[in-house]
């Protein structure tokens, strides 16, 4: 019943900006939070940001902070993936995940895999 689904990824030139969707169905973004992943050519899988069930509070990773933002829509149905000034190292397929257990981004110390996975969406900078 749990499915993620994300899109908006693009080709876009350095110093660009996207919006990723994430939309979800079987909960709501306010029981379950949302943890964004990407995957470069060649390199192992790294957290973005996460977005936080309780309250939509979020964290980010330094590379990306200050230049995205993660929300969530007023239905609670959508997670959102604000992009701005990227970098051809954003380069990747960018993925959403859950997990039943995960509702503040407090818990990502505990979390090494994620029950639930969108297909993923391919995000790439170049000129």
């Known amino acids: 019943q749990v499915q993620l689904v994300e899109s908006g990824g693009a080709v876009v030139q350095p110093g660009g900006s996207l919006r990723l969707s994430c939309e979800v169905s079987?909960?709501?973004?306010?029981?379950?939070?949302i943890r964004w992943f990407r995957q470069a050519p060649g390199k192992e899988r790294e957290g973005v940001s996460c977005?936080?069930?309780?309250?939509?509070?979020?964290t980010y990773e330094d590379s990306v902070k200050g230049r995205f933002t993660v929300s969530r829509n007023n239905d609670l149905t959508t997670a959102y993936l604000q992009m701005n000034e990227l970098k051809p190292e954003d380069t990747a397929v960018y993925y959403c995940a859950t997990d039943p257990g995960f509702y503040k981004c407090e818990q990502l110390y505990f979390f090494t895999n994620f029950a639930y996975w969108g297909q993923g969406t391919q995000v790439t900078v170049s000129s």
């Open positions: 977005l936080s069930a309780t309250d939509g509070s979020a």
């Open positions: 079987g909960f709501t973004l306010d029981h379950f939070g």
